[in-house]
């Protein structure tokens, strides 16, 4: 019984927290950096969905840090998790960094964007740009001229949980419901629960192609509501104890984003290519 009891409580302590299990240490006496993404799939950058990592595919951006990884000498451990849970590791310094991250002023409590001499975050370190879009149902009221968004009616603007869209419509005077998941916002935005939808355009894009028959309604409004720079966030933890790792580690994102070898894998991947 005793034993039994052990391996009970073994097991919760176990599931306390995430277990950031060591990869076999490429670099031999050389730091191993944890960075965290969310478990959403966001094409080409990040693909598939949950936990697991397809290595021989994983995305873009896991592309680009593995090129990190080498270019710097130094061992990765990556792990997703949900993008709210991400931040708070981030936060505590058990992660070294999250991506993709854009920027919020609040954010900077928690993380060390790239940045320039006056203190605002660095673009050219950025790992890449995307754009929120709004989404509607076809033939919806809802208008966007790139100024104003009209034929709300008492409905609120949907958004995902922890993104910095939210914020941003709501500085607009918006009413904003948030869902943890592309899934469940689509969901809301199909019953006719919300009246739009904002989104990143690629998770949007891929919540979408994953069940036509659900969301076959829903369409894109163009202009993007807003386009913005993603960072791989670092921690405090990890700046302080590295500074100059810290910097290297963004020096290097900008590097590799201007390497015509790199440029040649984006091509690939938006091509739907193998890019190894």
Do not use: C
């Not at 993404?37 to 080409?44: C, D, H, K």
Request: charged share 20%.
């Amino acid at each position: 019984m005793i034993a039994i009891l052990m391996s009970a409580l073994m097991a919760m302590v176990g599931a306390a927290g995430p277990a950031w299990a060591e990869p076999p240490a490429r670099f031999e006496g050389r730091p191993t950096l944890s960075f965290v993404y969310e478990t959403q799939a966001n094409p080409p950058r990040y693909l598939g969905t949950g936990t697991a990592i397809n290595w021989d595919r994983p995305g873009l951006t896991l592309e680009l840090l593995r090129d990190l990884g080498a270019r710097l000498e130094v061992n990765l451990a990556i792990r997703r998790f949900p993008w709210n849970r991400g931040l708070y590791l981030l936060e505590t310094g058990e992660a070294d960094g999250i991506f993709h991250a854009s920027y919020k002023k609040e954010r900077e409590r928690i993380g060390v964007y790239p940045t320039l001499a006056d203190g605002m975050p660095d673009p050219s370190r950025a790992i890449f740009t995307q754009a929120y879009f709004l989404h509607v149902l076809r033939g919806s009221p809802v208008r966007w001229d790139g100024e104003t968004i009209a034929g709300l009616g008492d409905k609120a603007v949907g958004a995902t949980t922890g993104y910095s869209i939210v914020g941003d419509l709501e500085s607009r005077g918006v009413k904003v419901e948030t869902g943890k998941i592309q899934g469940i916002n689509l969901n809301k935005l199909v019953a006719g629960r919300i009246a739009a939808y904002a989104e990143l355009e690629n998770m949007a894009a891929a919540a979408i192609a994953s069940d036509p028959a659900a969301y076959g309604d829903v369409v894109k409004l163009e202009p993007p509501l807003i386009a913005k720079p993603y960072y791989l966030l670092l921690s405090h933890a990890f700046v302080e104890r590295d500074p100059a790792l810290a910097e290297a580690v963004f020096e290097t994102i900008a590097a590799i984003n201007a390497d015509p070898a790199f440029q040649a894998r984006a091509a690939a991947y938006a091509a739907g290519a193998p890019s190894r």
